[in-house]
């Protein structure tokens, strides 16, 4: 069972491009500079999970409409077109890279959530904790940085995926000015 799931989640890695298009990505360096100058008096303090919290379930939602939309788009002849894999077979199929897009903007939402919910659940005193009292502040504020950080990727991701559509939408529109082009066979 995990090799299956490791199995996929490479193959959608692949699709998405892997490291480097993570560290390339307009959208994580956008979700940076909003970051740093802008929104640190929120994720420098306590309960910055608020916000995570309150708009990923709903974001969340909407992507997976999305998602199941955009792979339903255009008829099964241009799903199937879009679904041919490239003159290099090991490259991903078109099809695959928009639904990667989608995928990978929803595992960075359900990271976002699932840390801000550990980061609300670890925000507790404990005696054990009293060694390291002096640099909990430091932590604190590095955990609530990346935290943050992730949520506004995911904020960021939006227009990722919305691209995405608009790709396969600009796709498609050629491939129907392709069809209207091709010579009208009588069926008689």
């Avoid at 932590?139 to 939006?158: D, E, P, R």
């Avoid at 559509?165 to 069926?187: C, G, M, W």
Wanted: proline share 5%.
């Amino acid at each position: 069972m995990y090799k299956g799931v490791a199995k996929i989640f490479a193959k959608y890695w692949l699709a998405y491009g892997g490291l480097r298009s993570l560290l390339c990505s307009p959208y994580l360096h956008i979700a940076v500079l909003v970051l740093l100058p802008l929104t640190y008096h929120t994720w420098s303090k306590c309960d910055w999970w608020n916000d995570p919290m309150a708009a990923l379930p709903n974001l969340l939602g909407f992507t997976l409409a999305g998602l199941a939309m955009s792979i339903g788009f255009g008829d099964d002849k241009f799903r199937a077109l879009l679904a041919e894999p490239d003159t290099d077979l090991t490259k991903p199929s078109d099809y695959v890279v928009m639904s990667s897009t989608f995928v990978h903007f929803i595992v960075v939402q359900l990271l976002a959530l699932v840390y801000s919910v550990a980061s609300k659940g670890l925000w507790f005193y404990a005696e054990w904790m009293d060694p390291i009292r002096d640099v909990l502040p430091v932590l604190n504020k590095i955990a609530g940085g990346v935290g943050y950080g992730l949520f506004l990727y995911a904020l960021t991701s939006v227009l990722a995926a919305t691209m995405a559509v608009f790709r396969i939408a600009s796709i498609y529109e050629a491939y129907q000015r392709h069809l209207a082009n091709q010579p009208k066979t009588d069926s008689k």
